[in-house]
């Protein structure tokens, strides 16, 4: 469940900045902390964003693309620093992963880090999905 509903721009980029991005999220953002093996290696920490939420400022020309196990993520690297900052993830074919740590201080508040088993990927989307359904259960009563 979100901390907060309110949304501001964030913008972030790579490390020598040909990249950039702005996305529009709470400012007390909710981020997963996934240990597949990507993730872990390279401490990606997830804000999942929808598509229209998301907004490349520059650098497209500098990005290059890696795909692999199933090839549903497309895991965007800066060509010339070698960052990720942002890729389409697997959960979310349809919005973006933003690396809060890729993000530009002053705009964000607070965050709250929670784990994500993706090294039992598809056990840990099941038990989320039931979660959330469990979630808007109770909403509703």
């Known amino acids: 469940m979100p901390m907060e509903s309110r949304l501001v721009i964030h913008r972030g980029g790579c490390h020598c900045g040909r990249v950039r991005f702005e996305v529009q999220a709470p400012a007390?953002?909710?981020?997963?902390?996934?240990?597949?093996?990507?993730?872990?290696?390279?401490?990606?920490?997830?804000l999942i964003v929808p598509a229209e939420r998301f907004k490349l400022v520059s650098g497209a020309e500098a990005l290059t693309s890696y795909r692999f196990n199933t090839g549903t993520a497309r895991h965007l690297f800066c060509s010339v620093c070698g960052v990720k900052s942002f890729y389409v993830p697997r959960s979310h074919p349809d919005g973006y992963s933003v690396n809060l740590r890729c993000l530009d201080p002053g705009t964000v508040e607070d965050v709250r880090i929670a784990p994500f088993d993706g090294r039992n990927w598809e056990q840990q989307c099941l038990q989320n999905r039931g979660a959330r359904a469990q979630e808007r259960e109770t909403e509703r009563r």
């Open 28 to 46: 007390r953002l909710d981020v997963l902390d996934c240990n597949c093996s990507i993730c872990r290696m390279s401490g990606f920490l997830h």
